[in-house]
Every structure is written in C-alpha cells, then in structure tokens.
C-alpha cells in the first residue's frame, strides 16, 4: 500500500512539473549567472515546490523558501550543540553565537521572502547580509571547532544566497 502512495505521489508530481512548470531553460539561464550552475540546477530540480513555479516571481519564492529552510536546519544544529551538557563550556558559547548568527538569517529570509511576495525586489538586500552572517559564524569558530559539517553548511548557505539572488537579478533586470 505504501508503495502503490509514492508510486502515486511521483507520478503526479512529474505530471505536474510537465503541465504547468517553469520552463527548465529559464533555471538553467539563471544558473549559469552562478558560481555553481549544476548545484543550483539540481537544487531547483530536487525541490518540489519548483513544479509550481510558473514564473520567475514563483522561483524567487523557491529560491528563499530553500535559504530559510536551511538557515532553520543550521539553527537547530547550533541549537542542539549550545544545551548539550556533555560539551565543554568554550563549544557551547561559540554553538549559542552561531544559533544567534542563524536565527537572524532565518529573520532576514523570511524579510526577503516578504518582499518578494510583494514584488519589491529593489527593496530586497538580505541575500548578501545572510552569506556575511553565515560566514561570519564560521570564521569566529575556533579552529578546534571547525568541522567538514560547518564547511559545507557555511558553504552551502552562502550559495542559496548567492542563488536567491540570481533569481531576484533575472526579475529586476
């Protein structure tokens, strides 16, 4: 049964990305503006939300929707890492600063994802503040600190903004 519900699920969804979605040129010409084209393609093409994109206003909501839900899964790393008690005092402040860093992209993000439903994309300027929020997060980790999985989450943060963007540039012009 449970099998016969996925198998249900993905068909409709590809049935819905081939009726009404953005055409798949778009995000690659939007992509290629990216220092990591085939990261953002898949990034779009894993999200489902994409299928319902059927403009570029639509993929800007994607685009930001991805840069919160991120933020949001950074936050509760360095959420978890601050009130674990069996981590020494030093790695729990530097955690609560990094959980304070995320907590204020997910309020940038959710700025930005206003403004884009508003559809005043000049006005939008937290995708930058974010990626300097986030590095910065990683930069005042000690070095002892630093881990592959603070790379790629600074890294990956850093790149949904830079994505984000793109895509409120497309609009703008």
């Known amino acids: 049964m449970a099998f016969l519900a996925i ?4 068909f409709s ?5 081939a009726l009404g979605s953005l055409p798949q040129e778009t ?15 898949n990034m779009f093409n894993n999200d489902l939300s994409t299928g319902l994109a059927n403009n570029l206003a639509d993929l800007s909501l994607v685009a930001i929707d991805n840069m919160y839900r991120l933020a949001v899964s950074g936050h509760l790393m360095f959420q978890t890492a601050t009130y674990d008690h069996n981590q020494d005092e030093e790695s729990r402040k530097v955690s609560e600063i990094c959980m304070i860093y995320y907590h204020t992209i997910i309020n940038l993000s959710a700025e930005a994802y206003t403004l884009s439903r508003k559809k005043l994309y000049n006005q939008i300027t937290q995708f930058t503040q974010s990626a300097r929020i986030a590095y910065l997060c990683e930069a005042k980790m000690p070095r002892k600190f630093k881990s592959n999985m603070l790379n790629i989450l600074t890294r990956s943060m850093i790149l949904r903004c830079k994505i984000a963007k793109a895509v409120v540039r497309a609009i703008t012009g």
């Open 13 to 17: 969804s590809f049935t819905y990305n």
């Open 27 to 41: 995000i690659i010409g939007i992509c290629s503006k990216t220092e990591y084209p085939d990261i953002c393609i």
């Open 7 to 10: 198998l249900l699920l993905l």
